[in-house]
């Protein structure tokens, strides 16, 4: 996994350049869950499912049917009823997707089941700069801890940074251009 802070980070920054109308802390929130919940998968550990099993961790949750079902399904229980329904819902789908695309860039672990049902198998990126984190909120406590969020401000943080900048100025430019003109 990356870290809650790298999931939201994400999320957080697809929201704002995507669907700037409906940031609001809710939607920030749920998206947030949204893009964090396929790796309430470890609780499996608990129960004796096995990691390289599809029904454990970084299995069937990391998959893009999941994000779909699961995004869908946030989006109707919070949202069926507002008119922003359709943006929601495309937000807490490509949310959950974010999830299993940032895993496949970690360093550690095994990969995602990005293709489950239909492939088993568990595939990375083949670009893998970011530093797994560890599965404990213990593990996070100390250096390794550091280490994961050094690596993801560097390969998460700045590029949501850089993006937000640029979406950002571009939009106060659209927004000057428009009121400057007769
Ligand atoms: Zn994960």
């Given at each position: 996994m990356a870290s809650i802070f790298g999931h939201v980070a994400a999320s957080s920054t697809l929201g704002y350049t995507a669907f700037p109308k409906h940031i609001r802390k809710a939607t920030i929130l749920l998206t947030g869950f949204c893009a964090f919940?396929?790796?309430?998968?470890?609780?499996g550990f608990r129960f004796?499912?096995?990691?390289?099993?599809?029904?454990?961790?970084?299995?069937?949750?990391?998959?893009l049917v999941f994000a779909f079902v699961f995004g869908s399904l946030m989006a109707w229980l919070f949202?069926?009823?507002?008119?922003?329904f359709r943006k929601m819902w495309l937000w807490c789908i490509l949310s959950t997707a974010s999830h299993p695309l940032l895993d496949m860039m970690t360093n550690g672990g095994r990969g995602c089941a990005l293709w489950w049902p239909f492939s088993l198998e568990r595939i990375f990126f083949p670009f893998r700069p970011i530093q797994v984190s560890p599965m404990s909120i213990g593990g996070f406590i100390g250096k390794w801890g550091m280490v994961v969020l050094a690596s993801e401000m560097v390969w998460i943080g700045l590029p949501c940074l850089v993006l937000v900048m640029i979406v950002g100025i571009s939009r106060r430019f659209a927004q000057k251009k428009q009121t400057d003109s007769p």
């Open positions: 919940a396929p790796d309430l998968d470890v609780l004796g499912i096995p990691y390289e099993s599809e029904w454990g961790h970084r299995g069937w949750t990391h998959s949202f069926r009823e507002k008119p922003e």
